[in-house]
């Protein structure tokens, strides 16, 4: 079993950044291709960004092209998602996740996830 923890979500005005973390655990984890999900209320989850299992392909969600970085340390078994220029509609609770399968933009593809971490972004 795998477990994921995200970390680092917080209030933070428009134009601002912040990063976030996934810290992987458990007696059978392997390098597996990750990513990052968000939803706010009343959404549906959506993809944020995808990262192959030795982080050498990155994938991103349109919305955060050219501002949001996806990447991978395999020995700290640790994710980060780097956001930068953040706007209120980044606000939602992001989710790092873990697919045995390969790279996917589809929630439902993800086989293990994290309890979520709450980003608040205000005008």
């Known amino acids: 079993q795998v477990q994921l923890v995200e970390s680092g979500g917080e209030l933070v005005q428009a134009g601002g950044s912040l990063r976030l973390s996934c810290a992987a655990s458990?007696?059978?984890?392997?390098?597996?291709?990750m990513g990052w999900f968000r939803q706010a209320p009343g959404k549906e989850r959506e993809f944020v960004a995808a990262?192959?299992?030795?982080?050498?392909?990155?994938y991103y969600g349109d919305p955060v092209k050219g501002r949001f970085t996806i990447s991978r340390d395999n020995a700290k078994n640790t994710m980060w998602l780097i956001m930068n220029s953040l706007k209120p509609e980044d606000t939602a609770v992001y989710y790092c996740?873990?697919?045995?399968?390969?790279?996917?933009?589809?929630?439902?593809?993800?086989?293990?996830w994290g309890q979520g971490t709450q980003v608040t972004v205000s005008s």
């Open positions: 458990g007696r059978t984890f392997n390098i597996f291709p």
């Open positions: 990262i192959s299992r030795g982080g050498g392909n990155t």
């Open positions: 996740a873990a697919n045995r399968a390969g790279v996917s933009y589809d929630h439902t593809q993800y086989d293990y």
